[in-house]
């Protein structure tokens, strides 16, 4: 479906023209699991700005506002530096961007894990500043409490094991995950608990195939993977990754275009044109409305 927008001026809010579906409920999502089976897997990418979220939205389920921002944005070293306050400004920028997909957005690192008490607070003033759907955090069967403080009280979360980046420190890098029988025993016990407790989906991160696959069969609510099976309910990916923005992407990474090589070929030839004085004048560039 080919998108357009109109810019209402009152707000300068870009609207979409077609008018997209009523936007995605989260219990709508967890219902596409049905016996163990889901018919219409789950489209989920990550989006940080409104610009991106207006573009990605038709074609996605759910819209992630990760905690990648901070590397893919703000070129941090790791997700771990990331604050409230930027989760908080790119999840309103996503949800002024979209219609139609779910917006979920990451609890950063340090605001939630200390109690399920600090995660409501934590997720409430998401929830209220963003509008965006529910949450999304790292770990499991230790924050099984959390996801259940936070469910029964009106804050759908989405779990995510495996290779969890703001363990990278404990885990001592960014390698796949359970390997062994003991660790994917363990990561099949985390997506059991998180779902008792009450999270409507679960990602899975950078975890052997066969083990992303058990996973999967596990649990009732659906199990999104990124780099794990394509049995998996539903996929994951960073936006900027599929769409060839960076040199290195995790081994798992199709990329579906170059926009790196477009924005690079853009600037040369823009760059060539200031520098040649054939940088077009505004008669050749405005073109009045008819
Ligand atoms: O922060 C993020 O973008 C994520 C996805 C990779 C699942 O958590």
Redesign the pocket.
Known sequence: MSTTFQIDTATSRANPTPTPMRRLTIPAIRQRKKDGVTAEPVVML?AYTARQAQLLDAHCDLL?V????GQVIYGLPS?LPVTLDMMVAHGAAVGRGSWHAAVIV?LPFGTYEASPQQAFETAARVLRETGCAGV?LEGGVAMAETVAFLSQRGIPVMG?IGLT?QAVNQLGGYGARGRSEAEAEKIVGDARALAEAGAFAI?I?GVVEPLAVAVTKAVDCPVIG?GGSAQCDGQ???TEDMLGMFERVPRFVKRYADVAGLISDAAAHYAAEVRDRSFPGIEQTYQPKA
């Open positions: 990550t992630l990760g905690d990648s921002l997700s990451d999304k995510h980046p990602v991160e990124i994951v990916l960073v």
